[in-house]
């Protein structure tokens, strides 16, 4: 369809209320979970795997962004930090290591 015949109400699209709930669920994990739950990944997960996550979490980031403007650029920045450090973590092997061996302590 054309730009000009395209609908203007897509039910299929994201409503702003999706992204604020999945803005607070994702702030929920930030301050409570460990990095392998922020990412949504196994304590096994695969080099591929942890990047994989990381690149569907800063989309939904953008997405949620894109969708809420400037309303919410602070707790925006917490998660997008809080998936930056879980990211930076569980990428390098030997962090990775560490920090499991720390949970499983």
């Not at 301050?31 to 304590?43: K, M, N, P, W």
């Not at 997960?45 to 800063?58: C, G, I, K, Q, T």
């Not at 894109?66 to 707790?75: E, I, V, Y």
């Amino acid at each position: 369809a054309s730009p000009a015949s395209a609908p203007l109400f897509n039910p299929a699209a994201p409503r702003q209320d999706d992204h604020v709930t999945w803005l607070r669920k994702r702030l929920v994990e930030i301050r409570e979970s460990d990095y392998f739950a922020i990412l949504g990944v196994s304590h096994d997960a695969s080099d591929d795997d942890v990047r994989a996550a990381f690149d569907a979490a800063l989309s939904e980031c953008a997405g949620a962004a894109s969708a809420l403007g400037d309303a919410l650029t602070g707790p925006l920045a917490e998660v997008r930090a809080g998936l930056d450090e879980a990211y930076e973590v569980l990428a390098n092997a030997t962090l990775r290591t560490t920090y499991r061996a720390g949970l499983e302590s």
